[in-house]
């Protein structure tokens, strides 16, 4: 059903994924993916967009009517244990946005979690083997919607397998009641391919999905207009000249050797922030390129990694302040930020 939505969708001739800026290829893949219902991983390091282009997917989904019941059922297509014995009372319309059901990926996540459990009020009141004592997880949610999970391999392997089975077939079993349950959503999750510090995802799990890859933005200008649409603005002006600078030696930085961690967007962002709180704190009425020296260390240190081979020998902090140096020189910005 959703494919015949997204066909509509895809077809005028506008960017429905217009909270993105740049990533065409990306778009491109995931709205291929989207058109025959596939299941989707988005790889990409941190800050380039991944849970924003999964929030756009659902801004543009139509407002639906559903059934007054936890599992999102179509009046004409019930699948609930309450819905398929007549027993929902009414309807009622959710957007898109309520259509987008998020977990966010961590050790502590359990199979209950995604799946159900049993609530021991309304065991109580039924009995601990009724069906109306299970409270339906963000699985049953997500029906007729989109299960998004941030951090996928940020989940234990538990979970993992508690997903196998209504990634292939579309139906989840409820195993205290051994009863099956259909989901219809689209399951879209983001991952890190470089965080180490995760659960490796097995391989039958990875075969259920279609990988599209995000990068960094492809250009310095459009890295600049995701800074001006993202980040707080102050009160005073900041040149175009300073922030192409400051933008610039953060793209350096990553396609530097030294580094196995690279910054993000997101410090672009924060330099684009704290220079205008620098400038402000001088009761400046503009920014210049020595606001954004004194923010690169607060901003900058702990978004990178040194390789092994050149932590030993200088600090994070060291090594920012020797690069901006180099940059300095080889770039030699003006008084107000610009190149000279």
Do not use: W
């Not at 491109?28 to 989207?34: H, W």
């Not at 997903?163 to 051994?178: F, K």
């Not at 999750?189 to 492809?218: C, G, I, Q, W």
Request: glycine share 4%; hydrophobic share 40%; proline share 6%.
């Amino acid at each position: 059903m959703q494919a015949k939505t997204f066909q509509q969708i895809f077809s005028q001739n506008k960017d429905p994924f217009s909270d993105i800026l740049g990533q065409e290829s990306t778009k491109k893949q995931l709205k291929s993916a989207l058109l025959v219902n596939r299941h989707i991983l988005i790889l990409g390091p941190p800050g380039v967009g991944k849970t924003t282009l999964a929030k756009n997917i659902a801004k543009i989904l139509p407002e639906i009517t559903v059934n007054n019941c936890s599992y999102h059922c179509l009046p004409e297509n019930p699948v609930c244990p309450e819905c398929t014995a007549k027993k929902t009372k009414g309807t009622r319309k959710i957007s898109g946005e309520e259509r987008f059901v998020r977990i966010q990926g961590s050790p502590d996540l359990t199979a209950e979690d995604l799946i159900g459990d049993i609530d021991p009020i309304k065991a109580m009141k039924f009995g601990p083997l009724s069906i109306e004592a299970f409270t339906p997880g963000k699985i049953f949610k997500a029906n007729n919607g989109i299960l998004f999970f941030d951090e996928l391999n940020r989940c234990p392997e538990k979970l993992q397998n508690a997903l196998l089975q209504v990634l292939q077939e579309g139906v989840a079993t409820i195993g205290a009641y051994d009863v099956d349950i259909k989901a219809d959503f689209i399951f879209i999750a983001t991952m890190n391919p470089k965080d180490t510090s995760t659960e490796r995802l097995s391989d039958v799990l990875l075969d259920r999905f279609d990988v599209v890859y995000m990068h960094y933005p492809e250009t310095a200008e459009i890295e600049m207009d995701i800074v001006k649409q993202k980040g707080k603005k102050i009160d005073v002006v900041f040149p175009n000249s300073v922030l192409d600078t400051a933008i610039e030696f953060i793209r350096v930085l990553r396609e530097n050797k030294k580094l196995d961690k690279v910054p993000s967007v997101r410090a672009s962002i924060g330099l684009y922030e704290r220079a205008q709180a620098n400038a402000f704190l001088k009761n400046k009425k503009e920014v210049s390129f020595e606001d954004v020296e004194d923010a690169m260390i607060s901003v900058l240190s702990h978004r990178i990694r040194l390789k092994p081979a050149a932590e030993y020998s200088q600090s994070p902090a060291d090594f920012v302040k020797e690069e901006l140096k180099s940059f300095i020189k080889t770039f030699k910005p003006s008084e107000h930020g610009g190149f000279t």
